[in-house]
């Protein structure tokens, strides 16, 4: 179920701008993986570039290769849609559909690839997505409502939850607790711990105790100057990332003394 | 002036705090509105001159200036001005609304008189005095009005969806220079396009009612075009990638989630459409024609449509004048209702569909 990403000497372009350089790394399964560094530094856009979300903005592609368990991502004839349907991903700010329920949220993305089953299936889905998503406690009773009158904590919960509902392989998450209060916060990173067992997650935070707290290794990219390419600057478990960090570089953002 | 009203003791600030300030009771306004209503009266009728509307106005300018001035001199001028903004913001308001309400009562009390079940059952034909009835006109306009729009619906929703999800460069903006041109088209150069069109087409001197709808939804397209453009434009492109992100294709996401969250407002935006196509008269006068009979088969002979109907029964009368002229007012008011019913039904729609919001 949960599947490793490998990446080399890989670029990506916004047209003719070149975003982030050269970046190759092994991304575990069955772990959470962290994308820190300060902003504009292209840890999104990678991040993007997983599930092939970056090609949404006109005139972006990559060069080099990314896999995924060995099998290229941008190979050709590689089609987007069926590389979203395995990858998974939770946006900055929750967005469930306004025109649907909760529960349809969590069917979303059954439902709109066709997937027939019987409504007790559904249900079943829907329980176990919720659950999984630590939701259903609080929706169980008003699963007809619709999704945009929960708060903003239990939204992207409900994000979450229609993002594990498609069973990915990997879930990918761009800042999803930076709308958020503390303690929705917190219960998201525990989500986090528990999906850990199944999926390969990879989050991408502006925090940098929250890193510290949910994952079991960092990436620090970093940006020479405006214009310039993002780069990946190290990597390593997060212990050793937070203590012993091998590049002045990354010493000093994460000790605050940047720039 | 009668109306100078002093400032008042009881709007002086009590001295110990500073952030207080002088305010006029709501009274004073009544006051000088009604004082100034009375010395325009009066001079006016001194003076021998004007009507009522004359008096009014005099009332209005003399109300603005006046009031102006004892709030200056009470109030200071930030409150005066703010003062000044909000009556000329509901003087032009008042005076906006004066055509609606004349137009709405002129054709109320007009229509009225015939405004009987005979009116919706009986066509002309062979009448020729009093009594007969708009029955085919009723009918023609449905017809046309209807045809057109299921013409202009999906042209206009695909152009507008092709604009706004997947055109780029050279043709989606010369698809919208030439929506742009359509809009201003003069709806009788319509009448002639549909009418030589079906000229070419069909031989001479084709007029029928799929004539009459197709030089409707040449004018009927580029609204319809502009105001979904829009409206799918505003869809937050978040709902996009979180479709995307299901792996969900982009077809699929426009006609599920784009379309869905939008369709509020698209179904208003084809109404309003619809409201202004409704009352056309000059291409249908030559694209479709005049009849005094029920036709309901749009794809043979000329049909009667009410804003034709209205114009023929006031511009051409019989003898005596005054049973046509009744019918025209009551056309009027026909095709007023008839816009007016589908106003609602498309708030009803649009209130029906629109995006689930707020907590239970």
């Not at chain 1, 000497?9 to 994308?35: C, H, Q, W």
């Not at chain 1, 709308?179 to 850990?196: F, N, V, Y």
């Not at chain 2, 109907?309 to 209702?337: H, K, N």
């Amino acid at each position: 179920m949960s599947k490793r990403i490998e990446a080399k000497n890989l670029d990506i372009y916004y047209g003719k701008f070149k975003a982030v350089e050269d970046v190759s790394m092994v991304i575990e399964p069955r772990a959470v993986t962290a994308f820190i560094g300060p902003s504009g530094c292209g840890k999104s856009t990678f991040l993007r570039s997983l599930n092939r979300m970056h090609e949404v903005i006109n005139g972006a592609y990559v060069e080099g290769e990314l896999l995924l368990d060995g099998h290229d991502l941008y190979g050709p004839g590689v089609d987007p849609v069926n590389v979203r349907r395995q990858i998974g991903m939770v946006f900055q700010r929750p967005n469930p559909f306004p025109t649907m329920s909760i529960k349809e949220n969590v069917l979303a993305g059954l439902r709109l690839n066709n997937k027939r089953m019987p409504g007790r299936e559904q249900d079943e889905v829907c329980e176990k997505a919720l659950r999984g998503a630590n939701l259903w406690e609080e929706v169980k009773n008003r699963l007809d409502l619709p999704g945009s009158g929960l708060s903003g904590g239990q939204q992207q919960r409900l994000c979450i939850a229609r993002a594990i509902a498609m069973a990915p392989d990997v879930l990918l998450m761009d800042e999803p607790c930076s709308a958020l209060d503390p303690i929705s916060t917190l219960a998201i990173e525990d989500l986090i711990q528990e999906l850990k067992a199944n999926y390969t997650i990879v989050i991408v935070t502006h925090n940098m105790q929250q890193a510290a707290r949910v994952s079991d290794s960092t990436a620090f990219f970093n940006i020479a100057g405006t214009g310039a390419p993002g780069k990946l600057i190290e990597m390593g478990p997060t212990e050793q990332i937070f203590s012993t960090p091998e590049k002045q570089e990354t010493e000093n953002y994460i000790t605050g003394r940047f720039g | 002036m009668s109306t100078a009203t002093a400032p008042r003791q009881s709007a002086q600030a009590p001295v110990d705090n500073p952030l207080t300030a002088g305010q006029l009771p709501s009274w004073v306004t009544i006051a000088v509105g009604v004082a100034a209503l009375a010395v325009s009266a009066l001079v006016f009728t001194l003076l021998d001159t004007g009507g009522i509307a004359l008096i009014v106005v005099g009332a209005v300018v003399l109300f603005l200036v006046v009031m102006h001035i004892i709030s200056l001199a009470v109030e200071g001028s930030r409150r005066a001005v703010d003062r000044l903004a909000k009556h000329v913001v509901v003087t032009m308001f008042l005076l906006a609304l004066l055509p609606l309400i004349s137009v709405t009562w002129t054709a109320l009390s007009h229509g009225i008189n015939r405004l009987d079940p005979e009116f919706f059952t009986y066509s002309m034909r062979n009448v020729v005095g009093a009594g007969g009835g708009a029955a085919h006109a009723v009918w023609g306009t449905l017809i046309i009005t209807g045809i057109a729009t299921l013409i202009s619906v999906p042209i206009g929703l695909l152009t507008a969806v092709y604009l706004a999800e997947y055109g780029r460069g050279a043709l989606a903006r010369s698809i919208t220079f030439f929506v742009d041109v359509m809009t201003g088209i003069p709806s009788i150069v319509a009448g002639l396009f549909a009418y030589a069109l079906f000229t070419l087409v069909f031989g001479p001197g084709t007029i029928n009612g799929i004539a009459g709808a197709v030089a409707l939804s040449v004018l009927m397209i580029p609204v319809v075009v502009r105001s979904t453009e829009e409206l799918l434009r505003i869809v937050p492109n978040e709902l996009r990638e979180a479709s995307y992100a299901l792996g969900v294709p982009k077809w699929k996401t426009i006609m599920r989630i784009v379309i869905p969250t939008a369709v509020s407002g698209i179904v208003a935006g084809v109404i309003l459409a619809l409201a202004r196509i409704m009352g056309e008269t000059a291409p249908l006068m030559i694209a479709a024609g005049f009849t005094q009979s029920m036709n309901t088969n749009p794809f043979s002979g000329q049909m009667m449509t009410l804003p034709v109907f209205v114009f023929d029964s006031y511009a051409r009368p019989g003898i005596p004048r005054e049973p046509f002229w009744d019918r025209a007012w009551t056309g009027s008011l026909t095709l007023i209702l008839i816009v007016m019913l589908l106003n609602l039904a498309g708030r009803f729609i649009a209130k029906r569909f629109a995006p689930k919001t707020g907590r239970k």
